[in-house]
């Protein structure tokens, strides 16, 4: 099948991919012909047009910025015709192919031009369905103004519209999505785990931060991800205070970039604080260091009311971490993992209850390799890319 990604994430460095990479790949491994249309959100990449990705044919098309604008402005204007820009570099490579399969993702209205004029290049047409916009974006404050939510839910509930098929990542996703945009019977609503792909460590090759962290801390707890407002950090900031009050020794190791970053470093600058920090790592070197862990750490806000599935899991379960959640409540992302067997969860904002299940994984060493054992098991079952694609695929098939 000729197959068109769409998508706002593609990385063009093969030592640090996105999920998108890794669906792209899998599709392609498994027959398929694939191509993508990059539109570079960050603008990032500094490549425009079409290249060849790890054998993927990638159109990339930076996003438009307007830098001396403001803010407010100069993003409505990003969202407004960046899409409208892509599809015009988009249409005069590939006049009149068509496809089989166009493959998309949320939130929708991102890449509206885009969505809107080539439906109708595919026979059949997917959207993978993560973070609900807007609400979502209102609520960890991505949407600045409650007068913008209205019109952006109308247009994004069109364009989902227009999607034969939609894949969600739990039951609770699909019924909140069913709620949330209240839509004809026509499309096919389906589970579409989050997915990942297991890449061979060379585990001799630790370098000396990561072997400091064994020596200084009996247990390390890891959490990676973007450091922002919504994502649980000051959550994580208080864990961390309330292990150093109980002379723990165990480390809690934060990895990424974001906003957030000047503020965990501040609280790691004590010498004798439990607390470490590294900026943002290649996904090689990111699973060199999960593998001197113990714990792997997930935290999302407690205000939130979507039910999320955290990404960040995926490599924990690759490395045989098991994995300790601190979710919204209308999530079933904690009571998936425990009845996997590969980890324990709690309430945000129960910071008691969070620290109690780091402290009862980290003076059980047995307890963490059956759970990493089973972590490892859930990943191959659930989450690993080569059958999630062809999950995606069969739904297409059996239309």
Known sequence: MKILVIATK???KLDSPWLTNELAESLQKQGNEVTVLFVDWDAKECLQGPTICNSIKVICIPALTFPKLPNTISKALKW????INAYRHFKSNFRHVHFDVLIGFSPC????????????RAEQMVLVYWDFFPIHNYQIGKVPSRLLNYPLYILERYLVSVFDYVGLMSDKNIAFFKEYFPLNGRQKIFELPIWGRRIVIKYKDLDEVQHNLKQQYGCVAVFGGQLEYGRGI?????IAKQLRNESSDIGLLIIGEGPLKAKVIEA??????NLIYLSKLSREDYLKVLSVCDIGIVSTQAEVTIPSYPSKCIDYLISGLPVIASVEATTDFGEIIEAAGCGYYCLAGDDKL????????????????????AGRDFFENRHNVDAVAAMLLNQVHNL
């Open 80 to 83: 407004l015709f960046s899409s």
């Open 268 to 273: 790691s600058s004590d010498e004798m604080h």
């Open 10 to 12: 593609y990385s063009l």
């Open 109 to 120: 209205t991102a890449l509206w031009f885009c969505f809107y004029r080539l439906r109708r």
């Open 354 to 373: 969070f620290v109690e299940k780091i402290k009862t994984l980290a003076m059980d060493s047995e307890l963490r390799k059956v759970m990493g054992k």
């Open 234 to 238: 000051e959550n994580l900031l208080s």
